[in-house]
Nanobody
Framework: QVQLVESGGGLVQPGGSLRLSCAASGSIFSIYNMGWYRQAPGKERDLVASISRTDRIDYADSVKGRFAISKDNAKNTVYLQMNSLEPEDTAVYYC???????????????WGQGTQVTVSS
């Protein structure tokens, strides 16, 4: 079993900052990719940022220059530093990881439970 546990969401004023964390635990051989998605009410779940095993990073255009993704391989943890937050960033943020459970298994996608981020004055 693999678990992704997120933390760090909350309520923040426009222009403020938050830092999300997501730790993967359980039966993990290796992690291929980790990332953050978000879903606002009535909208689809969209990619916010991702970071690969080789440290390739991708961002959604809407967060470039404001958000930064990073990871700690030793802790199987990914972070999302969110600065200059805007009301449009309000959503449930989900952690995602593409994981090899064993050396011979195919890569599997896992999701966290989601953490609410609300940007409002």
């Amino acid at each position: 079993q693999v678990q992704l546990v997120e933390s760090g969401g909350g309520l923040v004023q426009p222009g403020g900052s938050l830092r999300l964390s997501c730790a993967a635990s359980g039966s993990i051989f290796s992690i291929y990719n980790m990332g953050w998605y978000r879903q606002a009410p009535g909208k689809e779940r969209d990619l916010v940022a991702s970071i690969s095993r080789t440290d390739r990073i991708d961002y959604a255009d809407s967060v470039k220059g404001r958000f930064a993704i990073s990871k700690d391989n030793a802790k199987n943890t990914v972070y999302l530093q969110m600065n200059s937050l805007e009301p449009e960033d309000t959503a449930v943020y989900y952690c995602n990881a593409d994981i090899f459970v064993t050396r011979y298994s195919p890569v599997e996608k896992y999701w966290g439970q989601g953490t609410q981020v609300t940007v409002s004055s």
